[in-house]
């Protein structure tokens, strides 16, 4: 079979595009690499001269913003090269020791965490049955608020009740991981009358 030039400019990049995403995994960068590699096949393959120039001054601007814009996402401004954080990892789930603390601070919040004798960002207990669970990830944690607006407060304050609410997030949070948290929960003698599940775009890309 006889490879062009073109087959064979198109298999050189696809394996330079796995090499990269290989060594640059943990950056973040796997969005960025992704959309390089679609213009760098459709210069390669694309016959008409405009469409090339038109996919070459894109790459240019794309790559400009990337790396030069003064205008990044909250992704970017808090370590990833490109928009997406996220990557498959099975340690993205942080935990706490009990009766622990820790200072929280990037480019928009600086708040002190305090957690609990389970390891989660609640009062420490004061009983072993509570009206709700709710479990998630650093939404319901509460990363970036202080403790009077995480959503367990928020809750209790709604229903006026206290201490009827357990917060078992943790930052990075899938919903297998929250199902291992309640059986360990639950194996512990700690119940609850309803258990109330966050699940929202990143907890889906985790998985």
């Known amino acids: 079979m006889k490879i062009t030039a073109k087959k064979g400019a198109t298999i050189v990049s696809v394996f330079i595009l796995v090499f990269l995403i290989i060594k640059f995994y943990d950056s973040g960068a796997n969005s ?4 390089i590699f679609l213009y760098i096949l459709g210069i390669i393959n694309i016959k008409k ?3 090339k120039v038109t996919l070459i001054c894109l ?3 794309e790559s400009m913003l990337s790396f030069f814009s003064p205008y990044k996402s909250y992704s970017e401004r808090n370590g ?3 928009s997406q954080a996220y ?3 099975q340690d993205i789930v942080k935990v706490y020791e009990s009766n622990s603390y820790e200072i929280k601070s990037n480019s928009e919040f600086t708040y002190t965490h305090k957690y609990n004798e389970l390891g989660f960002r609640d009062e420490n207990l004061k009983q072993n049955h509570f009206k709700y669970f709710i479990i998630g990830d650093s939404f319901i944690e509460g990363l970036g608020v ?12 709604q229903i006026s009740c206290n201490n009827c609410v357990l917060n078992l997030g943790r930052s990075g949070n899938d919903m297998l991981n929250s199902f291992s948290i ?8 700690i119940t609850a009358d309803t258990v109330l599940l966050n699940l929202n775009s990143t907890t889906l890309w985790i998985l």
């Open 80 to 82: 990833s090269i490109y």
């Open 146 to 157: 202080d403790s009077l607006n995480k959503l367990d407060y928020l809750i209790e304050k």
């Open 87 to 89: 990557q498959y990892k």
């Open 182 to 189: 309640l059986k360990q929960i639950y194996g512990e003698g």
């Open 32 to 35: 960025f690499l992704f959309s």
């Open 59 to 61: 790459l240019i601007v």
């Open 49 to 51: 001269d405009y469409v």
